[in-house]
Structures are given as structure tokens and as C-alpha cells.
């Protein structure tokens, strides 16, 4: 075996391991949260912790999506590959939420059969992660307002009793650091720019703003799991506005978008971008059942 | 019972694979490896995930699997240990030393990612990288995302050279 290069040592005749592993970057992913202890702590409901972690897997395996969207159509190339690195972030985190969310709930459901097998009313995702794309200075409007919320939620969560949930909010916290850089570099580039790139990124901002109250709104499963997001509001909101006025920009004074029956994203009521952007996402793994690549 | 003797030789062959990314350096240099135990024979080898997207993770574990079980040992199991989080502190001077020999600037000691809660203000970079072709300290940054997740694009306005940046997490 050579040490040159890994995957030609490992495709060389007789190198162990036999099988799909000398393909990992094609096919049969290993568990992501592989031999780590998943015993549940005291006091903490498995069911309720399983819903919690559909609810921040979705939002972000959603959000990656959108953002791997971008891919062939982003302004520059150096965006495209930002967000496709925002993206691969994001994947990462919902892969552990997600198969975190199957052995809480004792259900075994594996990150694959959470992410394709699954219908749009049974996605927990905030609503915000889901809408078309838009152009890029909403790209860049939805980065900012989820990646501030998200990382301020993840210094929270570092410390949850939850150890596995923990260490995915202390892995996530850096990385969405990063996320929340980039997003405010160009909404102050955009905003503080010329006339043109100030309108369209106020529109963005106008656009998407309405929907940020649903990060700050409490399901009944985060009550019961003491990881109330509304402590997050005040905090998030002074961060964000603080940036925006940085920005030459407006802070808007939308009024939040309507629940339906008191039901948004957290409820599975979902706006209609969210069914073809699954359908997507699962055609292939829906087409071939267990098959692997 | 865990004999010290074996429990070396199996951390030494653990230590030695090489980072299917960055095959310059061993998963020891890099500090994802973090455990390796070995009882009657038995050898369980925890890796610390660098990103939460880190493509090469499934790779890192089937290698080290691959060259335990190569070294003779035939009951082998990789786990993935999450806490404390895989930091770019745990790259090792060698690590640092053989990721400038190959032209990527490894990451500050000590460097954090981005602060949290800091105002942004547009401006050049302030960080001062030396070129890893030619040592100049006149460099600048392109794109804080490059070709993977843990490094970003940067340019030598000394020798024109773009290069790669390990960025801290």
C-alpha cells in the first residue's frame, strides 16, 4: 500500500477494505455519528428531542439546497464556491441533526430515509429556508438573517444536556461564524454600494424580514425541552440591526407573516416552494428504493 | 489486558494514514486522529470529524480501518468521537511545517474563526500571511471559501502565485 495518494492505494489489488468502502466518496456513507455514545440523559424526552433535531436538521439540509442551487449561477465564481461551502456546512450539520433525530426517537430511521422519504408536510423547517432563491442580494438577505439566528441558537446549544446535540452546536457555532461573515460582507458591500445594488438589497431585506419572527416563535416540543428560540429574538435582532444600519440600510418594519391556524414550518404548513424543491431532492433516492451510489 | 507495547504500534499505524485531502499530512498531523486502544488483541480508533461537512471523513475511517487490519490486526472498529470539536490547534508543527513545504499556509496557532457579535467593516485584509512559494508578506486574500471547506483562496502580489489558506475553526 502506498502512501502517496489514498484513493489509489486503497483501489490497489487486494487493499483491504473489500466492497463499497474503496468508493467512500460515492457510495454507502457511513452512519455520521458512527460509534458515538448515543445513550439519551436523564430527563430528556427522546421523542421531543427527535422532533427538535428534525426541526434544525431540516432547516438546514433545506437551506443547503437552496444554497447548492446557486451552483452554475452564481455572479462570480469565488461566490459560487462560498456557497457551495455554506452549503456543505449546512448538509453536514443536518446529516448528524437528522440521524441524531432516529436514534432519539428509538425509530432507527438513518439521515437518508429522514431526508428523501419524507413529504413536504412532514418537514419541520422554518418557512424562511425554503422560498426560491430570488436574486442574490436575498441569497445573501436570508444568509445573514438565518446564519446570525442560527449561530446565536448553536452558543446556546453547546452547552445542552444532550451531549450529542452539544457537540453538533460547538462544531456548528465556527462554522456558521464563517456563514454570518460572508453574508454581512455582502449585504454592506450591496447595501453601502452603488444607488442600484442599495434598492435591490433593501427589497431583499423588505422581502425576507417578515419571515425571521418564525426563529424567535417557540414550538410546544422546544418549551418542553427548555430551548425557548424567543430569548434569541432581542439579542439577533440588535446584531442584525445593527449591520443593516452599518449598511446604509433600512431595518424594516414589516409586520411577521401569518401562521395558518396558529401552524407554520415547525407545524409541517409550509409555503409552495417547498414541494418542487423536494421533489428534487428526492427523485433519484425515491426512483431507486435503497439503492446506494 | 491492554498491553502499552501493542497499543503504540497501533497508534503508530493509525497515525501514519495519510489525510485523503491533504496527503501530505498524517491524521495524526492533523489532530483528527484522537484515540487509539487495543485489548486482547481488539483495536478501536477514534477520529474527530474536522467540518460538519467534511467529505473525506468516510474515507479517513475506511483507511484507517483498511491499514490496522493490513498491520495484522483483525478486530478493528473506527469511531467517531464529536466532543471536544476537531480544532485547526490540533494540526502539529509538523503539520504546519509540511502544509507550507506543499504551498498551503497553514492556519495562525491560536487563530480564531470570525468573532461573534463584532461589527464587519469592508477594508483590506488585515491579516498578514507569508506566501508559502516565496515568503513575501504581501499577499492578499481572494476568497475566504476555497477549493475545500477548510481552506480559502488567497494571492502572492509578490510572486503572483495564488495559494490555499487552512482557515482557523
Known sequence: ?293 | MVTVLSRNRAWEVAAAVPDPELPMLTLADLGVLAEVSEQDGAVTAWITPTYSGCPAVAEMAADVDARLRAAGYHEVAVRLRLDPPWSTDLISAEGRRKLAEAGIAPPTAGGAPPAAGGLLRLGPTRRVVACPQCGSQDTEELSRFGSTACKSLWRCRSCREPFDRIKEI
Open chain 1, 1 to 293: 500500500m502506498t502512501d502517496d495518494h489514498v484513493y489509489l492505494s486503497l483501489s490497489e489489488a487486494g487493499a483491504e477494505p473489500e466492497g463499497e468502502a474503496r468508493w467512500a466518496y460515492g457510495t454507502g456513507f457511513t452512519d455520521p455519528l458512527l460509534g458515538v455514545d448515543t445513550a439519551l440523559p436523564a430527563g430528556v424526552d427522546g421523542e421531543d428531542l427527535a422532533a427538535y433535531c428534525r426541526m434544525l436538521g431540516d432547516d438546514a439540509l433545506v437551506l443547503a439546497q437552496r444554497l447548492i442551487e446557486w451552483v452554475t449561477r452564481a455572479p462570480e465564481l469565488e461566490e459560487e464556491v462560498a456557497l457551495a461551502n455554506l452549503g456543505l456546512d449546512l448538509l453536514g450539520q443536518a446529516r448528524h441533526l437528522l440521524t441524531r433525530s432516529g436514534q432519539a426517537d428509538g425509530s432507527g430511521r438513518t439521515e437518508d430515509d429522514l431526508a428523501y422519504l419524507r413529504e413536504d408536510h412532514e418537514f419541520r423547517n422554518v418557512r424562511l429556508v425554503e422560498l426560491e432563491n430570488g436574486d442574490f442580494a436575498e441569497c445573501v438577505a436570508r444568509l445573514l438573517l438565518f446564519a446570525t439566528a442560527r449561530h446565536a441558537l448553536y452558543l446556546r446549544l453547546a452547552d445542552h444536556p444532550d451531549r450529542v446535540l452539544a457537540a453538533i452546536a460547538a462544531r456548528g457555532v465556527k462554522e456558521l461564524a464563517y456563514h454570518r461573515e460572508y453574508a454581512e460582507s455582502w449585504v454592506l458591500r450591496l447595501g453601502d454600494g452603488t444607488a442600484h445594488s442599495h434598492r435591490r438589497m433593501q427589497d431583499a431585506l423588505d422581502a425576507l424580514w417578515p419571515w425571521l419572527d418564525e426563529l424567535f416563535t417557540p414550538h410546544e416540543v422546544e418549551l418542553r425541552l427548555g430551548v425557548d428560540p424567543s430569548v434569541l429574538r432581542e439579542p439577533v435582532l440588535a446584531a442584525l440591526g445593527a449591520v443593516v444600519t452599518e449598511a446604509t440600510l433600512t431595518v424594516p418594519e414589516a409586520q411577521p407573516r401569518a401562521y395558518v391556524n396558529g401552524r407554520a414550518g415547525r407545524h409541517g404548513v409550509h409555503t409552495e416552494a417547498l414541494g418542487p424543491m423536494l421533489a428534487e431532492l428526492q427523485v433519484v433516492a425515491r426512483a431507486h428504493p435503497g439503492a446506494t451510489w
